[in-house]
């Protein structure tokens, strides 16, 4: 990890994968913004195992710009750990998180810097609009912010990304909190600090397609929901005693039947249909407690959170 901190003013992360399209635009629109503001910069991207050329365009700018930094990953280990390696290694003051798909504006920066100016940790952005998206993909979106908000302790801005600005000593917080699946934007939210918010509309992805497929997203979710409330664990211990209750009343009723009102039918479709009950109800439990033991067995093994196959950073 960098030991040289405060050298710069801003640094720019940005995680990288299959965005060979997009590289070049982002840079030269990023460059711009950062020459207005004036001030010491440095933009570091974080291939995350591409299989196209992002690796080559980058490292060609490192070699046109000694502003630019890459930090070229052994393989892909998913966005929210590509963006912690830029993390562990930005020296700057602040630190801008940012994809390479354009659809955050890098223009935005200035403003989320003129925030920090006035006494603001972290500036997240807030998304208005959303161009280019299905309505299915805005549905499940707002669904998960709004789910998060309800299952978490932590207030969790809503119809925000990773897209933000925070300040030194949040980036110092974050290295220090050890868990391996990453859930960025809940932890700044539990670190605290002050925060606000920018708003702005969405722009359509620039070139290629997104690498956020729904079964990302929904790992995704699933991290950030295990990672930030134990919720699920306790609606496991209430659909026990639902369940209990109900095969209780069931009992009550077959002794009515079969003595009291003494017609009493044997059949195996209410038995099938208890057992399938019971045991969908069992697999949901031990599913949802699987979850949360993976992720401790995760963290017990203590595995590297990534490896790097190449930068032109210093350890």
Request: charged share 20%; aromatic share 10%; hydrophobic share 40%.
């Amino acid at each position: 990890m960098s030991t040289e901190h405060h050298l710069t003013a801003l640094s720019i992360v940005i995680p990288i994968y299959n965005e060979e399209g997009n590289i070049a635009h982002l840079y030269k629109r990023l460059v711009v913004v950062l020459r207005e503001m004036g001030l010491s910069y440095e933009i570091i991207f974080v291939n995350d195992g591409s299989a196209d050329q992002s690796i080559q365009l980058i490292q060609a700018l490192s070699l046109s710009d000694d502003k630019v930094k890459y930090i070229d990953l052994s393989r892909n280990f998913g966005h929210q750990i590509a963006v912690s390696a830029g993390l562990d290694f930005a020296s700057g003051n602040t630190v801008v998180i940012i994809d390479a798909d354009l659809q955050d504006p890098p223009e935005l920066i200035a403003t989320l810097y003129q925030k920090w100016q006035e006494g603001y940790e972290v500036v997240y952005a807030t998304r208005n609009k959303r161009k280019g998206e299905s309505a299915l993909k805005l549905f499940t979106a707002r669904v998960f912010y709004r789910l998060m908000r309800m299952l978490t302790s932590i207030d969790i801005p809503v119809d925000t990304g990773d897209f933000r600005l925070i300040d030194r000593k949040v980036v110092e917080a974050l290295k220090n909190m050890p868990e391996k699946n990453k859930f960025l934007r809940g932890q700044i939210a539990w670190i605290g600090f002050n925060q606000c918010s920018v708003q702005y509309d969405r722009d359509e992805r620039q070139y290629g397609k997104t690498g956020y497929t729904y079964r990302k997203m929904m790992r995704l979710a699933i991290d950030g929901i295990t990672a930030f409330s134990d919720i699920p664990l306790k609606l496991v211990t209430v659909f026990g005693f639902l369940v209990s209750g109900m095969s209780f009343l069931v009992m009550l009723y077959a002794l009515y039947s079969k003595y009291i009102k003494e017609d009493f039918v044997k059949g195996w479709p209410s038995t099938i249909l208890s057992i399938l009950f019971i045991g969908g109800i069992q697999l949901i439990g031990i599913g949802i407690i699987g979850e949360y033991i993976s992720r401790i067995n995760n963290n017990v093994r203590n595995r590297p959170l990534y490896l790097i196959k190449k930068s032109n950073l210093k350890s």
